[in-house]
């Protein structure tokens, strides 16, 4: 059976930060320890109910990505074992599949996001202005039509609870300077590129996904954080793919569709959500690890 966790608790370390799904502590000057709990956030609200092995299935599919493209760009793992890190009396076993020990990076204050596919907040930008985030594109385009090549659309990076907001490439330049914003926009599109082609020949499509990247003392690029995980990437079965529609999508779609139809303003705290939801999403996560990764957790 998978563990579940709704907030770690490590007494001894220093808790760095609490986002919606992770939790990161100081082991070091130099190291972090990262907990993927099984929180599940949508519509940028923490929900009350938890995901049973859902932190466990997010760590492991970043790992195996980290793993599959670091000869495009390094990352953030230094695979020390657990057990040299947690405190006395952890249980190991809660922790094992949920954790990792990673370098400790200054974060580059923006979300990369490359974007194969018109869809989400792409596709409204684009039925507005026929652009997204700035950069012009073909008249005549449906929802979830493939671009005529992958695109960067960077946003800013909200704190718990506010939303992200699309900006153009420019307004990157103006917050961390050329150099690194080009970087960042090349890493994120060389790593889509070639994650699409691997997701492609197992019979899914990848149509969008978000990076983040640190560097270190000097100066160095690593992609951080997830990797291509069903939360930051948008996923979808091949064969029921459709131009014209949303497509199903291996993420938490069966939550948010179950959100839209409740009472709730989308503010927290958001509603307790039923078991058979619950259940549905997490076999989603578990059929797409499966698939991508050949990874299949008991």
């Known amino acids: ?5 709704s907030q770690s608790n490590l007494p001894g370390l220093e808790l760095v930060h609490r986002g919606k799904v992770r939790d990161v502590y100081a082991l070091d ?7 993927a709990t099984d929180r599940l956030s949508a519509f940028d609200v923490v929900l009350p109910n938890p995901i049973p092995g859902k932190g466990e299935m997010l760590t492991q599919i970043s790992n195996f990505w980290f793993g599959q493209t670091e000869h495009l760009v390094p990352n953030h793992l230094l695979h020390t074992p657990l057990a040299e890190v947690l405190p006395a009396g952890t249980d190991l076993k809660l922790y094992a599949k949920r954790a990792v020990v990673t370098r400790r990076l200054q974060p580059v204050p923006v979300e990369c996001i490359a974007r194969g596919y018109i869809i989400g907040s792409g596709w ?9 985030c700035g950069i012009p594109l073909p008249a005549g385009l449906q929802q979830a039509q493939k671009l005529p090549e992958p695109i960067f659309t960077p946003s800013t990076k909200a704190a718990v609870g506010d939303h992200d907001e699309n900006v153009s490439f420019d307004a990157v330049v103006n917050l961390v ?4 914003a080009e970087k960042v926009r090349d890493a994120t599109l060389a790593i889509y590129s070639w994650a699409a082609a691997y997701a492609a020949e197992r019979g899914i499509i990848l149509a969008d996904t978000k990076f983040e990247f ?4 000097d100066g160095k690029l690593y992609v951080m954080d997830e990797m291509l995980t069903p939360d930051s990437s948008r996923y979808w079965p091949a064969d029921s793919y459709r131009v014209g529609i949303s497509p199903p999508s291996y993420d938490k779609q069966f939550v948010r569709d179950w959100l839209e139809t409740q009472p709730w303003n989308k503010t927290a705290p958001g509603p307790q959500i039923p078991a058979e939801v619950i259940a549905r999403t997490a076999a989603k996560y578990a059929e797409a690890l499966e698939r991508l990764a050949g990874i299949r957790l008991d």
């Not at 000057?29 to 907990?35: A, E, Q």
């Not at 640190?214 to 003392?217: A, S, V």
């Open 124 to 132: 409204k930008d684009y039925q507005k202005t026929g652009a997204i």
């Open 177 to 180: 300077g050329r150099e690194l």
């Open 29 to 35: 000057s130099k190291r972090l320890l990262m907990v």
């Open 1 to 5: 059976m998978p563990t579940t966790l």
């Open 214 to 217: 640190g560097t270190d003392e």
